[in-house]
DNA sequence: TTGTTTAACTTTGGATCCAATAATACCTTC
DNA sequence: GAAGGTATTATTGGATCCAAAGTTAAACAA
């Protein structure tokens, strides 16, 4: 029993994430509500969502195609944030940094601290990471009071997030995925240092530079110097 | 007769826009449904799409309220479009300008200067410029192939272009709008200069500070600094 | 065999109906 | 007169129906 209709467009774009609808597979609004078991008006509002989330395409008279998110459009998309997180990041430090504000940035520190301490990670500890590294951005995003940059990244913020890190995650290999967040933990140390310093041009490139190391340690950082090299060329 | 849904969105955009619907009326479904004389559910798929972009607000079980867009709000609202607008000159100026491209912004330029060629402006001019400006922006956003940017824009595309020009535009000072315009031009022209000598961070600070320029020359400059002065104290 | 025309199917957009739920107003009782 | 409970109303979410329009495929003719 689905109550929520926001939880359709969840569900619908966990599907797409998760690759269950895989890249440039179609979609009918009928087809979709028969498989789901639910009836169409849901499935049309949430099919027009992901449209403007940029998740999927619409074909006019020929249904909705899953969006094929390349490796260059995921580092745009980290391009993209970088620079509005870092936005936030300078007004927040010209504006100054209020107390409470200090006191949720300091307890996600330390709650990274925590999971750094022991020298690895488990799974878990991956969850726990990114839902403290969620809080983190959204706080200085919060504290900036730039209502436009929350509504900017709300589209695609699912994207460079779960993307990347589906991308960028190999359980195989949890020594890199521990060097990758403890660096990025690093970082957050040092944005905030910056912060309530209110050393604002730091903060600022300190930010654009921590979305970059998403990416530092997968491969995509390969594919899209490979791109680059072949626009120039 | 409305066939198109994106229309209704527009209609519905517009209206919030032009004040008809003002700031912090309370819109339901039914009641705005009969208003514009047509059923339910285009209007419920508009008002999840105008929460979307933020120009709604939606109280739970109580209706939709139109949001009271501050100038502070478009003020930060500019300062993304400066920020996105600026990164999309520089990938531009990095991986270098198409002929095709450049044809084009040459042709914006062109007629930029014939509506400034006789030291006035009329009101047609203006909606002349505004397409014209229009173009050139997305021009530059598409060459740059980022297609973050674009969709991060696409939600409050209208919001600062639509309703910086609805504050800032007087009728009465056709004089002070033609010096805003002839300004924001001249500006045109420097980009288009770095664009093609691949000056990439000339060509982002340009676009950066065009974006303010679009504030430059109406009050909401001083509202700004008066929101910044406050916050520090 | 190929091109054109037509018919059937697919697909979306809009309208309306029903159900669930929260808010509000009213009425009763203390 | 106030407070609490109940009933009505307002509002949204989902399902289904119908119409319009485009796409695809098939059939027929050259």
Redesign the interface.
């Known amino acids: 029993m689905i109550r929520d209709?926001q939880s359709i467009i969840s569900i619908l774009r966990d599907k797409i994430i998760s690759g269950e609808f895989s890249a440039g597979e179609r979609l009918a609004e009928i087809p979709t509500a028969e498989r789901l078991g639910i009836s169409r008006?849901p499935i049309?509002?949430a099919f027009?969502?992901l449209v403007?989330?940029?998740l999927l395409e619409k074909l006019p008279r020929r249904g909705y195609q899953v969006r094929n998110v390349s490796s260059a459009?995921i580092c745009?998309?980290v391009?993209?944030r970088g620079?509005?997180e870092?936005?936030a990041a300078r007004q927040v430090a010209?504006?100054?940094l209020n107390q409470t504000t200090q006191d949720e940035l300091l307890a996600c520190l330390a709650a990274g601290d925590a999971l750094f301490e022991d020298g690895k990670l488990v799974e878990e500890d991956i969850r726990h990471y990114q839902n403290m590294n969620m809080r983190f951005h959204d706080l200085i995003i919060t504290a900036s009071?730039?209502?436009?940059?929350k509504?900017?990244?709300?589209?695609?913020e699912h994207?460079p997030f779960a993307s990347v890190n589906a991308l960028a995650f190999n359980p195989q290999e949890l020594t890199r995925e521990y060097r990758r967040l403890h660096y990025a933990h690093m970082q957050h140390h040092a944005v905030y240092h910056a912060l309530v310093n209110g050393q604002s041009a730091r903060a600022e490139a300190l930010m654009k530079e921590h979305a970059h190391a998403t990416l530092a340690y997968s491969d995509l950082f390969d594919k899209k110097s490979a791109k680059?090299v072949s626009?120039?060329s």
Do not use: F
């Open positions: 209709g008006t049309r509002i027009r969502a403007q989330e940029g459009q745009d998309s391009e993209v620079v509005l870092g936005l010209e504006a100054g009071g730039n209502t436009a940059i509504s900017a990244l709300a589209l695609n994207m680059t626009k120039k």
